[in-house]
């Protein structure tokens, strides 16, 4: 059912170490993936794109995301299960996609553009990354102890 060598490697996981690289002390967006899909022991590939697949996201948090872009030249991506970082990115873009649901809601998701992450991902990938509580997502400035905003 599972291979007790990956699952063990998953608990012997130190956490990411601070301080963060400077790249990331502005602000990370943190996409929480469910425990359930499968993707804590998948192959990078099948993490990337989870990634890149439309999520519920307000005009202001793309918003936000793009200052940030415009204001650091780019915004880390960091992609976790439970706290284990499974994967990280470099977001180029933010672009809302919609239409409405059955029920007449409008439909307020987006699809993030990204590309492989720069030298600061290697002090994420393989650690654990402890956040606040919070949604499938959130914008996290570490120096906060409140996240930014959240999805």
């Known amino acids: 059912m599972y291979d007790a060598a990956r699952v063990q490697a998953l608990a012997d996981r130190k956490q990411v170490q601070q301080p963060y690289p400077e790249l990331c002390r502005g602000g990370m967006l943190v996409l929480r993936l469910p425990g359930r899909s ?8 099948d993490v990337r794109a989870e990634l890149q697949r439309s999520r519920p996201m307000s005009a202001t948090a793309r918003l936000q995301l793009s200052a940030h872009r415009a204001r650091f030249g780019m915004a880390p991506v960091i992609a976790t299960v439970a706290g284990h970082v499974l ?21 307020r998701d987006s699809v993030l553009q990204l590309s492989d992450p720069g030298a600061w991902a290697a002090a994420f990938l393989g650690r654990v990354l402890r956040t606040p509580p919070g949604n499938a997502w959130l914008w996290w400035a570490p120096s906060s102890r409140q996240p930014m905003s959240v999805g």
């Open 38 to 45: 499968g993707l804590a022991l998948a192959p990078i590939e």
């Open 87 to 107: 994967g990280t990115a470099e977001l180029e873009g933010c672009t809302a996609v919609g239409g409405t649901a059955a029920d007449g809601t409008p439909i």
